[in-house]
């Protein structure tokens, strides 16, 4: 079964700290993402990974970065937190399958969320 | 972009009513994925559709995908208190790479 495990299930930060939030899967997949999700919004796409070294912007990726050093690993990076980065953050991973259109289509696994209280 | 809007944001049942969700697509989709989310869960995929007016089955729970790719729902046969949870469909454009999430639609079952 996929384990996605991330770092921490809690953080507290103060207002301009450096924040780093891990995630790491077993499963040897390719592609790796990360949410975050707040009330009334669904799960916003804030960076995503389809290898190692490799990072692509999602909907809202503004005051974040990302680091794929190993394909295991996808960290995300609050260079300076705010507190509307409060929120609970979401890492994901799925299998890079098949060719052309169908090779998106592999499910989501989820980690258990890190929820980031930025005061 | 690409929108995904979910209906409703609430519902609450009494165990054994039915129960549906409605999911739509500011533009045409390639497939659409549906998730279920526990109280202090992760989301965890359900199904995916990928055919103009595919229905699908799992046990009491019926997806189904519009005709025109655009919509689609998730209807829920004689609820049962483990169906609370939040469910989100997520849909991907025909020339997206990345699944776009609605709201979630939260449902409240009382015994």
């Known amino acids: 079964d996929v384990k996605v495990t991330q770092s921490s299930r809690y953080l507290v930060k103060r207002t301009g700290e450096k924040v780093f939030l891990e995630c790491v899967q077993d499963m040897d997949h390719e592609n790796m993402f990360w949410y975050r999700q707040d009330p009334g919004l669904g799960l916003r796409l804030i960076y995503f990974s389809y290898d190692v070294k490799m990072k692509e912007k999602g909907d809202i990726p503004e005051g974040y970065s990302v680091s794929r050093e190993k394909k295991e690993r996808f960290s995300l990076i609050l260079e300076s937190a705010s507190t509307n980065q409060t929120s609970m953050y979401l890492c994901?991973?799925?299998?890079?399958?098949?060719?052309?259109?169908?090779?998106?289509?592999?499910?989501?696994?989820f980690g258990n969320g890190t929820r980031l209280t930025v005061t | 972009g690409q929108q995904v809007m979910q209906i409703p944001q609430y519902q609450h049942v009494q165990e054994g009513e039915d129960f549906t969700t409605y999911c739509n697509s500011s533009?045409?989709?390639?497939?659409i994925q549906w998730y279920k989310q526990r109280p202090g869960g992760h989301p965890v995929f359900l199904i995916q559709l990928v055919k103009s007016g595919e229905v699908k089955k799992q046990k009491r729970l019926t997806f189904q995908f519009g005709e025109a790719k655009k919509n689609s729902s998730l209807h829920i046969t004689a609820t049962q208190t483990t169906d609370v949870g939040t469910y989100f469909c997520?849909?991907?454009?025909?020339?997206?790479?990345?699944?776009?999430f609605g709201p979630g639609t939260r449902l409240s079952v009382l015994p």
């Open positions: 994901a991973s799925s299998l890079f399958s098949g060719t052309g259109a169908s090779s998106y289509n592999s499910p989501l696994h």
């Open positions: 533009t045409t989709l390639s497939n």
């Open positions: 997520a849909g991907r454009g025909n020339y997206g790479q990345n699944f776009v």
